[in-house]
């Protein structure tokens, strides 16, 4: 196949995925490269982090999405360069992926403003490692709880710091205190896991920025409802082992802090050695290309696209639409047909679930807020994962779970070498 046009696609994530399916058929040599060999449903994590779902449930392997694909095969490796002279991608162990096309579809992690030294302390939720750590440290805390007979010990052991009130930090937080209060209910016998403490903090003045006024208010409303503390105006300035340090000179005493403040895009940029905004992102052309280089395109959260004079978010949908224009232009230009210009953006809504039962999404048009809007967030999601056997399996899970308050994945599985004892 090297006499045929070489397209390489790096990042198995929605985009890339995305744009792979939608060059099926096309006679091309295509090579999609990931360092992880599965595609992971993120919009889901927090559920494995809190123990609502198992990593199974929300990844898939990438050749077996892409098996039946005849022009497309997966390479397991780790990206370091690109080499835009001799048109290459390289990687960790050595191996150069020619390319005639690129693709650069490589997500986002998460940033500590500076203080890179607080991950240790604060996972994020990013990854599949991240949500099992995370549901270790949670389930070890009580465990630890359940041994302790100091009451201090015991207060900080069962006391939970979200730093980040968007809608990771929203879920996550919804969720543990559902979990302590209705699952965890009668597993313990010397603690109450009840009087988890379980705090969101927020350097803005309210929840859930993205999203209108009212949703946001109804959203903090539904938190503390549910028992969740929540911080706004808060500046953190330290986070150790011992839990938080803000901006007033107060501490907040927590063995576990979990971290949704801020995403940071992968080093594409640097990678291209082109612009890149504050947060990392490649500045692309509006086709989704990089200037200069109409060849090499950056599309998902690695890209910084303004539209309408605001910033096209790093959701699902737009790096699968990103993905699909990026395919209809590469055919196009293989096909000698004009290309489809600029890439426009189609919001179909801005979704969080707040837990059970409530869930807050805007459509612009409509705002919808409670039980109407959790069935919808929970069909959307179903809707969006990959083959109707994991749909099946996890439409099946969430009904149980619904019915009985179970929750079937609470191993404690893993190790953790930046765990303080206990933790």
């Not at 792979?20 to 919009?43: K, M, S």
């Not at 890149?276 to 696209?305: E, H, K, Y």
Request: hydrophobic share 45%.
């Amino acid at each position: 196949m090297s006499s045929l046009p070489r397209i390489v696609i790096v990042g198995a994530g929605f985009g890339g995925l995305t744009a792979a399916r939608a060059l099926d058929g096309l006679a091309v040599d295509l090579t999609v490269v990931d360092r992880r060999n599965f595609h992971l449903f993120q919009p889901l994590l927090y559920q494995v982090a809190t123990a609502g779902l198992n990593p199974s449930d929300v990844a898939w392997p990438v050749r077996g999405i892409l098996s039946r694909q005849k022009n497309a095969r997966v390479l397991l490796g780790e990206v370091t360069g690109v080499a835009t002279g001799s048109q290459e991608v390289l990687l960790a162990d050595g191996r150069k992926l020619p390319y005639d096309w690129l693709i650069l579809a490589t997500g986002a992690t998460h940033t500590y403003f500076g203080n890179d030294h607080w991950e240790r302390h604060a996972p994020g939720l990013k990854r599949v490692d991240d949500a099992t750590l995370i549901r270790r440290r949670l389930l070890l805390a009580l465990e630890h709880a359940e041994n302790s007979s100091d009451p201090v010990e015991r207060r900080k052991l069962m006391s939970v710091a979200i730093v980040g009130a968007g809608p990771t930090g929203v879920e996550l937080a919804g969720a543990i205190a559902e979990l302590s209060r209705k699952v965890l209910v009668r597993d313990f016998r010397s603690i109450d896991p009840r009087e988890v403490r379980v705090v969101l903090v927020e350097g803005a003045d309210r929840v859930l920025l993205s999203f209108p006024p009212a949703l946001s208010a109804f959203a903090l409303s539904e938190l503390r409802k549910k028992g969740v503390e929540v911080m706004l105006d808060t500046r953190v300035t330290g986070c150790d082992a011992d839990g938080l340090r803000f901006g007033d000179g107060s501490h907040l005493d927590a063995a576990t802090v979990l971290w949704a403040a801020g995403v940071a895009a992968s080093p594409a940029a640097r990678w291209l050695g082109v612009p890149a905004d504050r947060a990392g992102r490649v500045q692309v052309q509006p086709d989704l290309s990089v200037a200069g280089q109409p060849q090499v395109f950056v599309i998902g959260d690695t890209a910084a696209i303004v539209q309408d004079g605001k910033q096209v978010p790093g959701v699902a949908p737009a790096a699968k639409q990103q993905g699909q224009h990026v395919a209809r232009t590469i055919r196009a230009a293989l096909a000698g047909k004009k290309a489809p210009g600029a890439f426009r953006y189609r919001d179909f809504g801005n979704l969080a679930t707040i837990g059970r039962h409530s869930a807050v999404i805007d459509f612009g048009f409509v705002r919808i807020k409670g039980l109407i809007a959790w069935w919808l967030w929970g069909v959307a999601h179903v809707y969006f994962l990959i083959g109707a056997r994991n749909r099946m399996l996890v439409a099946t899970q969430w009904f149980f779970n619904y019915l009985s308050y179970s929750r079937a994945a609470r191993l404690i599985v893993g190790s953790d070498p930046d765990a303080t004892k206990p933790r």
